[in-house]
């Protein structure tokens, strides 16, 4: 089956209100990171997260290994948040590849 | 932060010819990456290649891909001949090491096969 889950697939919000989106994952991990990307297809890094807690600006990204999960909480949604927001982790028995995971399209209606 | 350069950004090319995808690592990194993404789908790892060599391939790297990075220049995906099935998005990724360190990732190079 599927190694890593996002939830939800997809998520509608007005502007102003906070997403939480969620990666789960059912294996055991070296590391997590997340990705924005952009409707044209590039890849903008957010975190490189394997473990804890990280800011950077309205974005939160946590790591709970022990729970097999990880979040990334966005404050203040803004309309240019809009777009699909990526997941993936290096599997500890890996050679260092990334499993991706399938995404969650997220629209910020103004 | 640290950029990963890929050229071209688009290339169109028609079933059967060759196709060279060229990747700028991050210039101290030692690991190489390769993924694909199929239009509308999941991101799908293809190769990593270390100090001159593949360490994994997936099931997605046929026998018509190669990769290399001659001389320390670029490191470049080859598909010789391309498929139908070749269209779609390449990422190119290098890390500084290879468990447990950040992948960066260049812009991608959408391929279309007619």
């Known amino acids: 089956g599927q190694q890593v889950q996002q939830s939800p697939a997809s998520l509608v919000l007005q502007e102003g209100e906070n997403a939480e989106l969620q990666c789960n994952f059912s294996?055991?991990?070296?590391?997590m990171q997340w990705f924005y990307q952009r409707p044209g297809g590039s890849l903008v890094s957010l975190f490189y997260?394997?473990?804890?807690?990280k800011h950077s600006g309205r974005l939160t990204s946590t790591t709970v290994i022990k729970e097999r999960r990880s979040s990334l909480h966005i404050s203040s949604s803004q309309t240019t948040d809009s777009g699909t927001y990526l997941c993936?982790?290096?599997?500890?028995?890996?050679?260092?590849?990334?499993?991706w995971g399938s995404g969650t399209k997220l629209i910020i209606k103004p | 932060g640290p950029k990963v350069l890929q050229i071209p950004s688009h290339q169109i090319i028609d079933m059967g010819q060759m196709v060279t995808l060229n990747c700028d690592p991050v210039?101290?990194?030692?690991?190489f990456y390769w993924y694909k993404q199929i239009l509308g789908q999941q991101m799908e790892f293809l190769v990593n290649?270390?100090?001159?060599?593949?360490?994994?391939k997936s099931k997605l790297f046929k026998d018509q891909f190669s990769v290399e990075r001659p001389d320390g220049s670029y490191f470049t995906l080859k598909i010789q001949p391309t498929a139908l099935e070749d269209s779609a998005v390449y990422f190119c990724?290098?890390?500084?090491?290879?468990?447990?360190?950040?992948?960066?990732f260049g812009p991608g190079t959408r391929l279309t096969v007619l």
């Open positions: 990724a290098s890390s500084l090491k290879g468990s447990s360190y950040e992948q960066y």
């Open positions: 210039s101290n990194h030692l690991y």
């Open positions: 290649f270390y100090n001159g060599k593949v360490m994994e």
């Open positions: 294996t055991s991990l070296n590391s």
């Open positions: 997260n394997p473990s804890g807690t």
């Open positions: 993936a982790l290096e599997r500890r028995d890996s050679n260092y590849q990334l499993i």
